[in-house]
Structure formats: structure tokens, C-alpha cells
């Protein structure tokens, strides 16, 4: 086995490759009450905040 000594510094790495990427981060959404979607504000990929309007709806009453 050889020793060395432990050195501090930048590490660079270059990775190449060819296809798609997508993001882990997702949000499954819940509602508590049956609507209508009337419009929609932001397309998919667009970056939000939180408190961001996402979309506009329309409540819609259901039978008992």
C-alpha cells in the first residue's frame, strides 16, 4: 500500500453524454374540494416560487 499526503484543492470533472434529463423534484398536488381548471399560468418547465399563482379555478358543488 502507498501513502500520500492529503492535499486541499479544486477537483474538475467532465462528464459527456447524450439524452434527456429530468428533474426528481416533483409535487403532488391535493385538493379539497372538486373544481374546474379555467386557466393556467405557468407552462411546464417554467421555474416557480412558492406562493407563485400556478392556475385558476372554478369550484363546482357535488351531491351528498
Do not use: H, W
Not at 33 to 52: F, L, M, P
Amino acid at each position: 500500500m502507498q501513502q500520500v499526503q492529503a492535499t486541499r484543492g479544486d477537483l474538475a470533472v467532465k462528464v459527456n453524454g447524450i439524452g434527456k434529463i429530468e428533474t426528481s423534484r416533483e409535487a403532488r398536488l391535493a385538493f379539497g374540494s372538486a373544481g374546474r381548471v379555467d386557466q393556467i399560468y405557468v407552462n411546464e418547465g417554467d421555474k416557480v416560487s412558492s406562493g407563485n399563482k400556478l392556475a385558476r379555478g372554478k369550484s363546482i358543488c357535488l351531491p351528498p
